[in-house]
């Protein structure tokens, strides 16, 4: 977790950039360039999280051997670097999205969307693979997972009608 947990930083960075980048425009009411910023971020944030997936997925065993010796446990940390792995795709998407709603100053509705995704979606999810499927802590894993691409899908919903909401705005 500690290895993606560092490439995660700049998903992150790019989510808070977009908080003031799009905040800016928004506020200057120049709803075209934040939609612009808004896409850049996104797809810059993807682009980064998707390189950096691929390279991980290589290089597991060799990350794996940085924090063991032991053959077991460099196994396991293989296959928890994977579930690592699919959860900071997520997050990469999920990050520019949330920053720029951020922008947008739509934050109550995003807050409500993270706490469906993950205290109902995510964490039931978990527990019912962990407990009822025989998953053990990789069915935790998953249902984080799913919480978190709930999460960006339903955050991508919001920021499309959002969006839509400004670009009408202008027309008036």
């Known amino acids: 977790m500690n290895f993606t947990t560092m490439a995660y930083m700049i998903p992150l960075s790019i989510s808070m950039t977009l908080t003031i980048l799009v905040g800016f425009e928004v506020g200057a009411k120049r709803f075209t360039d934040a939609r612009k910023y808004s896409r850049l971020g ?5 682009l980064f999280t998707i390189s950096l997936a691929m390279i991980l997925i290589h290089l597991r065993a060799d990350i794996a051997a940085l924090y063991t010796n032991d053959d077991f446990v460099k196994k396991l940390l293989q296959l928890f670097l994977v579930y690592a792995i699919c959860l900071q795709v997520s997050d990469g998407v999920s990050a520019p999205l949330q920053g720029t709603l951020r922008g947008y100053k739509d934050v109550k509705i995003t807050f ?7 205290w109902i979606i995510g964490l039931p999810t978990g527990y019912a693979l962990a407990n009822y499927f025989n998953y053990g802590p990789y069915g935790y894993w998953i249902g984080l997972i799913a919480g978190i691409a709930a999460g960006a899908v339903f955050l991508g919903i919001r920021l499309f009608r959002v969006q839509k909401r400004a670009a009408f705005l202008m027309e008036k």
């Open 112 to 118: 409500i969307l993270a706490v469906v995704s993950y």
């Open 42 to 46: 996104i797809v810059l944030s993807l």
